[in-house]
Nanobody, 122 residues
Framework: QVQLVESGGGSVQAGDSLRLSCTPS????????YAWFRRAPGKEREFVAL????????LYADSVKGRFTISRDNPKNTVYLQMNALKGEDTAVYYC???????????????WGQGTQVTVTS
């Protein structure tokens, strides 16, 4: 089974930046779609961003558009989420997920990371 290892979370102040990383233990990296989701306290998990297999297109939630950037480095088998201008409402556990379909539909993703906490204080 594919395992996704996430890193890069932490506690920052509003306006700061963080970069999350996600690396799969298995699966041909280049043939998979990768996405980031998040779960804020007391809320359901929601879509944040996704990127195609070759990185040719990305999709973002409206709440992060213009502030977050998803990218992938196929030779390094790593996908990133660069988060700039962080706000308090970005506080959440962030999850990396992988699948074969370019979709925001969570059940379509068959492997998930353990999550990494991002806390933004004012």
């Amino acid at each position: 089974q594919v395992q996704l290892v996430e890193s890069g979370g932490g506690s920052v102040q509003a306006g700061d930046s963080l970069r999350l990383s996600c690396t799969p233990s298995k699966r041909p990296f280049s043939s998979s779609v990768y996405a980031w989701f998040r779960r804020a306290p007391g809320k359901e998990r929601e879509f944040v961003a996704l990127i195609r297999q070759r990185g040719t297109s990305q999709l973002y939630a409206d709440s992060v558009k213009g502030r977050f950037t998803i990218s992938r480095d196929n030779p390094k088998n790593t996908v990133y989420l660069q988060m700039n201008a962080l706000k308090g409402e970005d506080t959440a556990v962030y999850y990396c997920a992988t699948g074969t379909q370019y979709t925001t539909n969570q059940p379509s993703y068959d492997a998930w990371g353990q999550g990494t906490q991002v806390t933004v204080t004012s």
